[in-house]
């Protein structure tokens, strides 16, 4: 499979703890995007990388958020100190070069559940 | 900032019923428009997208969406649903005010077929 892979999948934890998720893009996709989607809403913004450069966050994205992407090819996203309301579907895409193609292509996706 | 109105929030359907879905967006300037889909339990995947030329634009398994530039509307369209197009739809824009031209999607429409 070549697509934009996640993980994990699924991520329980205590309302307190620091949770990390992965990302990896398509291959050769220079530009990757991070996104929080919660029930019943569409996908919002959080965060974006041209490669191992971050150059654009959303205020969504508080101090308790952190994103890397260290060779330009994976992506983390740490919530340290989660709470309830970090609770969500937290979505990663990528997209070619500039100039090569403008669609993001999504993962699956970790679904996070703060308790 | 820019902001993606999906007016049906659910549409139930049955199968060979004619569906259009709503959207309309804030932005006056240049766009890049989207819809994709969710089908239950997959991640977003791309349904068409328009990004300049014919307003008109064909998508994959028989949807297609109009641009019309001065209502700010990209509605979605497909002569006759299937069962199988039970999944929720969102629209989304590019967001040319920012250099990451990060997507800003609607809350999505959840469409029910009846067999």
């Known amino acids: 499979d070549t697509g934009v892979s996640q993980d994990p999948r699924h991520k329980i934890t205590k309302r307190g703890q620091n949770v990390t998720f992965r990302c990896d893009p398509i291959?050769?996709?220079?530009?990757l995007y991070w996104y929080r989607q919660t029930l019943g809403q569409g996908p919002e913004f959080l965060t974006y990388?041209?490669?191992?450069?971050?150059?654009?966050k959303s205020r969504l994205l508080s101090d308790r958020f952190s994103a890397e992407r260290p060779k330009g090819s994976f992506s983390t996203l740490e919530i340290q100190r989660t709470e309830q309301g970090d609770s969500a579907m937290y979505l990663c895409?990528?997209?070619?070069?500039?100039?090569?193609?403008?669609?993001?292509?999504f993962g699956p996706g970790t679904r996070l559940l703060v308790l | 900032a820019q902001s993606v109105s999906q007016h049906n929030h659910h549409v139930i359907l049955s199968e060979a019923a004619s569906l259009e879905l709503g959207c309309n967006y804030s932005y006056g300037g240049t766009v890049n428009l989207f819809w994709y889909v969710q089908y239950p339990g997959q991640h977003l995947q791309l349904l068409l997208k328009?990004?300049?030329?014919?307003?008109l634009v064909k998508g994959i398994k028989g949807f297609e969406a109009e641009f019309i530039k001065s209502k700010f509307s990209f509605n979605l369209r497909k002569p006759s649903v299937q069962w199988s197009d039970t999944a929720e739809y969102f629209c989304?824009?590019?967001?040319?005010?920012?250099?990451?031209?990060?997507?800003?999607f609607g809350g999505g429409t959840r469409l029910m077929v009846k067999p």
């Open positions: 895409a990528s997209r070619p070069p500039r100039g090569v193609g403008e669609t993001q292509y």
């Open positions: 990388f041209q490669n191992e450069a971050q150059l654009e």
């Open positions: 291959s050769e996709h220079n530009r």
């Open positions: 989304a824009v590019n967001d040319f005010n920012n250099a990451g031209n990060m997507l800003t």
């Open positions: 328009y990004f300049s030329g014919d307003p």
